[in-house]
């Protein structure tokens, strides 16, 4: 099983960027499509992007393209989602995911087709 932990949430102030990290282990990388989700307050939970496991594909829900960008380092095993131009509204609990023998599309519109997910972390923009 592959392990997935997140860091690097908190609290912004709108206009502001973090960048989250997701450490994994447990299985080599490689193999894996991975990405994160977001479950904000009342809402249901929804994809935010998703990369493939050769780096050559993206994915990136409409409210967040041109704002945020995934990337991953396989030597160090770590998922990225650098998060610019915050907005109130991407207040949300996030979650990296890996899944495999998906498409990046399936994958972060599903979330049922997805068997590996972290803990989850704390992402605030306010004022």
């Known amino acids: 099983q592959l392990q997935l932990v997140e860091s690097g949430g908190g609290l912004v102030q709108p206009g502001g960027s973090l960048r989250l990290s997701c450490a994994t282990s447990g299985r080599t990388l490689d193999y894996y499509n991975v990405g994160w989700f977001r479950r904000a307050p009342g809402k249901e939970r929804e994809g935010v992007s998703c990369?493939?496991?050769?780096?050559?594909?993206?994915y990136y829900t409409d409210s967040v393209k041109g704002r945020f960008t995934i990337s991953r380092d396989n030597a160090k095993n770590t998922v990225y989602l650098q998060m610019n131009s915050l907005k109130p509204e991407d207040t949300a609990d996030y979650y990296c995911?890996?899944?495999?023998?998906?498409?990046?599309?399936?994958?972060?519109?599903?979330?049922?087709?997805?068997?590996?997910w972290g803990q989850g972390i704390q992402v605030t923009v306010s004022s």
């Open positions: 990369i493939s496991s050769t780096n050559d594909n993206t």
């Open positions: 995911v890996a899944a495999r023998w998906i498409t990046v599309q399936a994958m972060c519109v599903n979330d049922r087709l997805i068997d590996n």
